[in-house]
T-cell receptor, first 114, second 110 residues
């Protein structure tokens, strides 16, 4: 089973604060994703990447930057955090080799912006 | 842009009765559909995957896909209280972008 590890598990910051969420996957998957989950919205795609140095914009990218430094590591950056970014964030990876590829999820990071 | 919608928003069934959940999508070229379960804002558990029209069964969980009608459903046979959770439909398009529905909250009463 592929392993996806997110850190931190919980984070509290203040409005205007600078936050970095980290994600590491150990199976050399090429695709990695950042989602946020809010009540009534399911999971919404923020950014995704198909390899080191690549970045694709998702459906709710405003206020977020992302960087894929290596095949294993994908970071989500909130440079001026706002209360609307309080959410549960999930990272996922996939090898995307065919139509039946699947996502492997981390356990999530709960972010609170006060 | 792919739109994925789930219905109902919430569903209560009695233990042992069939539970049926629905998911509609907007992009007819979508080729990869999965149902996930999530207990209390925890991690996501894959229940069943389906890639072609018809039916796919995984234990008590059965998915039905009809791409012409842009519809995929999940049926849970003999649901138990431990099946109470949020169920999420995920649809992948050809560009490897995976879009989720907003979820159905299922409550199974003893």
């Amino acid at each position: 089973e592929a392993a996806v590890t997110q850190s931190p598990r919980n984070k509290v910051t203040v409005t205007g604060g600078n936050v970095t969420l980290s994600c590491r996957q150990t199976n050399s998957h090429n695709y990695m994703y950042w989602y946020r989950q809010d009540t009534g919205h399911g999971l919404r795609l923020i950014h995704y990447s198909y390899g080191a140095g690549n970045l694709q914009i998702g459906d709710v990218p405003d206020g977020y930057k992302a960087t894929r430094t290596t095949q294993e590591d994908f970071f989500l950056l909130l440079e001026l955090a706002s209360p609307s970014q309080t959410s549960l964030y999930f990272c996922a990876s996939s090898d995307a080799r065919g139509p039946n590829e699947r996502l492997f999820f981390g356990h999530g990071t709960k972010l609170s912006v006060l | 842009q792919q739109k994925v919608q789930q219905s109902p928003e919430s569903l209560t069934v009695s233990e042992g009765a069939m539970a049926s959940l629905n998911c509609t999508f907007s992009d007819g070229t979508s080729n990869n559909f999965r149902w996930y379960r999530q207990h209390s804002a925890k991690g996501l558990e894959v229940l069943v995957s389906i890639f072609s029209d018809g039916e796919k069964e995984e234990g008590r969980f059965t998915a039905h896909l009809n791409r012409a009608n842009l519809h995929v459903s999940l049926h849970i046979r003999e649901p138990q209280p431990s099946d109470s959770a949020v169920y999420l439909c995920a649809v992948r398009t050809g560009g490897y972008k995976v879009v989720f529905g907003s979820g159905t909250r299922l409550l199974v009463s003893p």
